[in-house]
């Protein structure tokens, strides 16, 4: 029974620990995943950059940013993670 709760939780967190690893520094384009009751639109002011998407999810958006400390401004404006979202952006079809 074990072995199977270790599988489980393996294979549920390990895409999301590389994601993790990743730098936001080494991209234009920036994962930003934060509470849905922190206003976007403020975040995007104090990191002077822009979404570009995706526009529904509640929790997650790709910006881009041109700012030298991003990550320590949106972690300071309620941000829970940051990172290099160019990986995503692929999936999505979003291209910089």
Sequence with gaps: MRIWLIMFVLLATGPLMALSVQSSETSEITLIV?????????????????????QSAPFGFLVQ?????????????????VTDGAGLASICGVES
Excluded: K, M, N
Aim: hydrophobic share 45%.
């Design 34 to 54: 934060l509470p849905p009751w922190t206003d976007r639109a403020q975040l995007l002011d104090a990191i002077q950059g822009f979404e570009i998407g995706p």
């Design 65 to 81: 940013s041109t700012h030298g400390d991003l990550a320590s401004v949106a972690y300071a404006a309620g941000a829970w993670w």
